[in-house]
């Protein structure tokens, strides 16, 4: 039997439907950076294209180097920026100190709207605080779901980090594991460790959580093989986004281990390696659907007075499962880039 999602939290809200399906409609527009820009380009746009005045919208993400992920994101923005007439100035910035101040330029070029993500949310608090001051709506996404409301941000798409770790970790039981290795690329990084936190609140086996440096891969991996050396009984490595599960492949193999990986996260190597059988499965929160969302929903505010989740909830994209069962499906979209 196909399982395509897990049924979402009781905090999803009706508006997920509505603006998802819109979101159906659309195909991706290729990625300017980010990373490596994802394989193939989507479709151009094909549905009509809004006749609203021009407006400017800044997305802000603490997006490190490399990291595909993010391209899929940017798409989804892009696809959206297409659609509704919008001018959108993308930047990143890892640090949130750097993150911070492209908030600030982003109010210097008065914009009409910011989608942020908010990894480091204590840091951003009075940029965004800057931006509403000056009148500028703000939403955030991917990253933050537990502090958006208390910032005065308009609405949050993403997934629910804590849920999604926990449907991770009864995952894990139906496999059969017995110890558990969750991988942090980011420490500190609130979404990060609450994926992690709900891995461990439902998985039966032990976990234990291992902190590598996320912008050096080679280090990520001998960290990790270092690691499975000095313990044998590791049986599974939990990885927390898609380049990390392909590197904690090759861990596992300069250890000798036989330890099997799971991830959060999706693109197309990964789908890949799920055909192949080298990862067990993936959670995908749905990228394109977050940054098409953030952006559309900006549109939305400004040009129809909406609130997406009506400003009270946060609009879910995940988690989703992907695995052997559905991973051809799903392979079909993560080659354009899109999942």
Known sequence: ????????????????????????????????????????????????????????????????????????????????????????????????????????????QKVDGIAVTLAKPDALKDAIAKAQKAGIPVVGFNSGMDVWKEQGLLTFFGQDESVSGEAFGEKLNETGAKHALCVVQVQGHVGLEARCAGVKKTFKGETENLYVNGNDMPATKSTISAKLKQDSSIDQVVTLGAPFALTAVESISDAGSEAKVATFDLNKELTDAIKAGDIEFAVDQQPYLQGYLAVDSLWLHKNNGNYSGGGEEPVLTGPAFVDKDNVDTIAEFAAKGTR
């Not at 100035?89 to 109010?107: F, K, M």
């Open 1 to 108: 039997m196909n399982r395509t999602s897990l049924p979402l939290s009781r905090r999803t809200v009706p508006v997920v439907a509505v603006i998802g399906a819109a979101a159906l409609i659309l195909a991706g527009c290729s990625s300017g950076s980010g990373g490596k820009e994802a394989e193939e380009g989507g479709a151009d746009a094909a549905a009509g294209k809004a006749d609203t005045p021009r407006m400017k919208v800044a997305m802000v993400t603490h997006a490190p180097s490399g990291d595909t992920f993010w391209d899929i994101i940017r798409k989804g923005a892009e696809a959206a920026a297409a659609k509704d007439n919008v001018e959108l100035i993308y930047s990143n910035d890892e640090s949130a100190g750097g993150q911070a101040t492209l908030i600030q330029n982003a109010i210097d």
